[in-house]
């Protein structure tokens, strides 16, 4: 006796070799033996074999007309015998009920399953629609498979044009535009990236880096609405000839610096911020466009600002113009340069001339300062300013070395980036020139200065602080933002609120209408101020702003890597110098460019290595090369990081580590010893360059 039977969802054919019970010892045709329960059995029969009733089956099984069986099976449940029965106008044979049963199992959308061998046809209704599911996927199957050859062939499909983007960054995995180029990356053994720039989806890998970056944080595009620019309420004109110090390609010109002599002897120092808060105000449509974006996003080349280029140019301190700023005036002794008063206020300040690193920083030096040399314009408010920021700088560094910190390494370079129609030229400049040292020292004193009359008049800021904090070295000395005043150990100043840059960051525009309410107020300043102690939207805006700085500060660092990857290829550097900045851990001399180098011999700090760059990825942003040879060992005055800084070089090789590449290039820490940073970047941190806080982006 034979039975045909299903087990495990199959149905299997074989011979009867014992039965006990309710069960049978079955030889199927493999020579294979198994173990049958007789309600698993759905035919009993003694010819043909069972080799041959599952052929048999089979054939009969292709023959049979679906369309034909759904409609003989009626509304009614069945067994797979009665249909047959109906079907082949006979008892059916057995290798006709199984090919009937094949049929019927392997035909869902005709007939469900009721129970073992037992069925129902679908209605129709359900039938056509599974019918027309079944034609459509088939008729995009087709579809898929002509966008594939398009791909392969290099080609991009006009459908997939449009969707570019969204199919490399945000893909919907089921569409067939997304499967077809998936497909094709397989089968073409490369990435959706590569595949897109080979095709022209993508114009370049600098475009495909800028898309990616506009699609996650500005995904309605960079442009601006149309605005009405704001007016201001009179202000007094100031009775300085305020002068401004800038990179050649900075445009939002945010601070500005004036001298005079007092009739006492006295020396009055003015520092002048540009105003944009006496015209925006918080809650209305350009507070709206600010908010929501929170810095102004630079890169080597380009920028998007934070606010519209109309607004920026009716607030900018810009020559030849009376500007509405918010100042700070210092007294000083010229006996000792000691502060003697601070005053804060709103007023049009005359600028008389925006001055430019390229031009001056030959003639600016520490020795023409010390022998009066050198012809350029504002030259004597510039050395009044020079012999008060060196006092400046030595109380700070007496601030911070009582917080148990080393002295600030001013030795470091920092790096340029001007790209223009694709060229991109990097170029080296040392920190601590004096024109740096100035804006920085001055701006320190501002910040400083305006988050003690915030946190004296008891009105709420956005402070950056750092150090006593728990936990290991790295962790006390983390930077963070905090809406009361609290030291900032690094920079060597008991509170420290970013305020000096107010067309670029929301943080100081916020501070800014602060500080307003303060000059303002008075002591009912906590009162009309417009954000109030413990407001919880001042904690909000703390909270996006580090997201989107964070944010823009990556992207920024990742376009200055993809620049100096293009250097590479425009210079035609193969074989380049570089020094050892920590274990495998190397700096390019020429560009801010760090590498790893596995399994390199240990070499101390500083020492001066020749590479062999091998290879590098403009899409993946990666570099490989091999050591060629060691040139000279450290210099006497090779750079000394603090723990600080070591901890956070430590922090970014970690994260180099997890890196495709076998040899990688990682993100330009400046706490690795070079700055990497666009020119007005560098410049949107108030120019503090010379410490540890004032880095390109996330400073």
Known sequence: ??????????????????????????????????????????????????????????RIAQ???????????????????????????HAPLPAEAAGLLLSLHTAPIYFYKKGRGRYKAAPEASLRAAQAGIEKKKQQGLIQAQYVEQLKAGELPDVMKPLVLQLLFKPDKNSIEYKALDAACNELQTSPQRLMLKVGGIASAKQLHLSKFLLEFFPKGAGFPKITIPTVAELPLAAVQAFSIDDVTTTEIDDALSVQTLADGNIRVGIHIAAPGLGIKRGDALDAIARQRMSTVYMPGDKITMLPDELVEAFTLAEGKNCPALSLYATLNPQDWSVISTESRAELVPISANLRHNTLDELVTEENLANDAGDYPHKADIAVLWKWIQVLEQGRMAKRESFGLRPEQNNRVDFNFYVEDDVVTIARRKRGAPLDKIVAELMIFANSSWGKLMSDHGVPGIYRAQGGGSGGWAAKMQV????????????????????????????????????LACIEGGVAAPLVAPFKPRDADLFAIVSGFDAAYSGYGDFQSNMERYWCLRWLEQEQARQVEAAVLKDEILRLAAIPLIIKLPG??????????????LRWDEVDLTVEARLLEVCAAPSADAQQL??????????????????????????????????????????????????????????
């Open 600 to 613: 390199m011999q240990q070499l101390a700090r500083g020492t001066q290595v020749k590479l062999d760059i």
């Open 642 to 699: 603090d723990e600080a800084e070591d901890e956070e070089i430590a922090e970014e090789l970690d994260a180099a580590m997890d890196m495709p590449h076998e040899t990688v290039e990682v993100p330009t820490p400046d706490q690795a010893g070079e700055v990497g940073a666009s020119a007005e970047a560098r410049q949107s941190v108030d120019d503090e360059s010379i410490v540890q806080e004032a880095k390109p982006q996330a400073d």
């Open 1 to 58: 006796m034979n039975l045909f039977f299903e087990e495990s969802g199959d149905f299997k054919a074989g011979v009867v070799l014992s039965q006990q019970g309710e069960a049978y010892q079955v030889e199927l045709p493999t020579g294979k033996r198994s173990k049958v329960k007789s309600k698993d059995v759905l035919l009993q029969y003694s010819a043909p074999s069972p080799q041959e009733l599952l052929e048999e089956a089979q």
């Open 480 to 515: 963070r933002m905090v809406t009361h005043a609290a030291p900032h150990q690094g920079l060597g100043v008991d509170q420290y609120a970013w305020s000096t840059s107010p067309l670029r960051r929301y943080t100081d525009l916020v501070n800014q209408w602060q500080i």
């Open 63 to 89: 023959e049979i007309e679906l369309d034909f069986l759904w409609e003989v099976a009626g509304q009614e449940e069945f067994g797979f015998t009665e249909l047959g029965a109906e079907y082949f106008g």
